[in-house]
T-cell receptor
Framework: LAKTTQPISMDSYEGQEVNITCSHNNIATNDYITWYQQFPSQGPRFIIQGYKTKVTNEVASLFIPADRKSSTLSLPRVSLSDTAVYYCLVGFRSGGYNKLIFGAGTRLAVHP | DVKVTQSSRYLVKRTGEKVFLECVQDMDHENMFWYRQDPGLGLRLIYFSYDVKMKEKGDIPEGYSVSREKKERFSLILESASTNQTSMYLC????????????FGPGTRLTVT
């Protein structure tokens, strides 16, 4: 069964590191894992994408273990402006193509 | 900078009406997507298109149809709106090489009464 699972919500404080994990047991072998950020009244915005091991850009890091059954989005030293909903997007093999499935989202609240 | 625009931010329609939601992108992207977003369910794919006049069903196509006559424009059609189609509708586009790096519009909040 193609499914992604994320925590519903998380709380943090300014300056802390936040790690959000997405479980995706049946991920397609040839597909990427992608994370998005969404603020209220806006569409989701691409943050980072990876296939395996670790990827880092100017805003986040993405850790993917060897079995690729999960992935962890890491936000270093969060600020109040990182308060948002974070989604993982994963591909699952379905028939002749890869089916894209978003997680239900993790609502991150950053406190002063 | 990629821009994806949607025809309306808010829309109120009556049950049984035919509803058109329009989406336009300006980056010459091959792929375009329509999602609906509901609390606790995340984003669910309704339809996607990987080329002009091409379309594929997503997870929840029932009650919807789509049209892509031009590369930059992707329309979502509710043939006969029902109250359970009250939702936020999001359009996205991506290049063929970067299917997962999708650029989203601001969304249309549709209320069917």
């Amino acid at each position: 069964l193609a499914k992604t699972t994320q925590p519903i919500s998380m709380d943090s404080y300014e300056g802390q590191e936040v790690n959000i994990t997405c479980s995706h047991n049946n991920i397609a072998t040839n597909d990427y894992i992608t994370w998005y950020q969404q603020f209220p009244s806006q569409g989701p915005r691409f943050i980072i994408q990876g296939y395996k091991t670790k990827v880092t850009n100017e805003v986040a890091s993405l850790f993917i273990p060897a079995d690729r059954k999960s992935s962890t989005l890491s936000l270093p030293r969060v600020s109040l402006s990182d308060t948002a909903v974070y989604y993982c997007l994963v591909g699952f093999r379905s028939g002749g193509y890869n089916k894209l499935i978003f997680g239900a989202g993790t609502r991150l609240a950053v406190h002063p | 900078d990629v821009k994806v625009t949607q025809s309306s931010r808010y829309l109120v329609k009556r049950t049984g009406e035919k509803v058109f939601l329009e989406c336009v992108q300006d980056m010459d992207h091959e792929n375009m997507f329509w999602y609906r977003q509901d609390p606790g369910l995340g984003l669910r794919l309704i339809y996607f298109s990987y080329d002009v006049k091409m379309k594929e069903k997503g997870d929840i196509p029932e009650g919807y149809s789509v049209s892509r006559e031009k590369k930059e424009r992707f329309s979502l059609i509710l043939e006969s709106a029902s109250t359970n189609q009250t939702s936020m509708y999001l359009c996205a586009s991506s290049s063929r090489q970067g299917t997962y790096e999708q650029y989203f519009g601001p969304g249309t909040r549709l209320t069917v009464t």
